[in-house]
T-cell receptor, first 111, second 115 residues
Framework: DAKTTQPPSMDCAEGRAANLPCNHS???????VYWYRQIHSQGPQYIIH???NNETNEMASLIITEDRKSSTLILPHATLRDTAVYYC????????????FGQGTILTVHP | DAGVIQSPRHEVTEMGQEVTLRCKPI?????LFWYRQTMMRGLELLIY????????DSGMPEDRFSAKMPNASFSTLKIQPSEPRDSAVYFC?????????????FGQGTRLTVV
């Protein structure tokens, strides 16, 4: 699995966009970038994934740089319920299915 | 589907006792994962199965831990004998093989306390 680096914590005002960065400079060509989040005391929840192209779903957008060495998860209008630990994971290829979680980013959304 | 179901939700046991955690994956999913989460070590992958076969158990901490998946709808994680340092939240997750990527669904976890 690719090693990922995320800031330990970030703050965001409610209603504003939250932009969470992730560095994955060692990611291989066939590894996906996944984002999960974990709200206190719950199991992690899948948010979005991507390989090369930018992706958007009902929860978030994922912007992957052209060299694939970094990405940004965007929550367009953060709410208090988005306060959670956000994990960026690089996985796939020969380790298909194996999701290795790092320390993640603690996102705190303020009123 | 009710999602991934784990039981029990909470378990308190004495050191030296056997502990069995149970997981029912989402019907039709062909991958099953066991994770452990502590404040010190975060989320650790212990073992995962594909089509009921263990694929990677390199995260299993020691021989006291064992996991089985006798059929597609049930898995167990057993600790024998249990020790206080095994206290953690244990998560089970399942996913479906989808052309190169995996979206894992997690259960609510079992909070294990070994005293």
């Amino acid at each position: 699995d690719a090693k990922t680096t995320q800031p330990p914590s970030m703050d965001c005002a409610e209603g504003r966009a939250a932009n969470l960065p992730c560095n994955h400079s060692t990611i291989s060509g066939n590894e996906y970038v996944y984002w999960y989040r974990q709200i206190h005391s719950q199991g992690p929840q899948y948010i979005i994934h991507g390989l090369k192209n930018n992706e958007t779903n009902e929860m978030a957008s994922l912007i992957i740089t052209e060299d694939r060495k970094s990405s940004t998860l965007i929550l367009p209008h953060a709410t208090l319920r988005d306060t959670a630990v956000y994990y960026c994971i690089g996985a796939g290829g020969t380790s298909y299915g194996k999701l290795t979680f790092g320390q993640g980013t603690i996102l705190t959304v303020h009123p | 589907d009710a999602g991934v179901i784990q039981s029990p939700r909470h378990e308190v046991t004495e050191m030296g006792q056997e502990v069995t955690l149970r997981c029912k994956p989402i019907s039709g999913h062909d991958y099953l994962f066991w994770y452990r989460q502590t404040m010190m070590r975060g989320l650790e992958l212990l073992i995962y199965f594909n089509n009921n076969v263990p694929i990677d158990d390199s995260g299993m901490p020691e021989d006291r831990f064992s996991a089985k998946m006798p059929n597609a709808s049930f898995s167990t994680l057993k600790i024998q004998p249990s020790e206080p340092r095994d206290s953690a939240v244990y998560f089970c997750a399942s996913s479906l093989d989808r052309a190169g990527y995996t979206e894992a669904f997690f259960g609510q976890g079992t909070r294990l306390t070994v005293v």
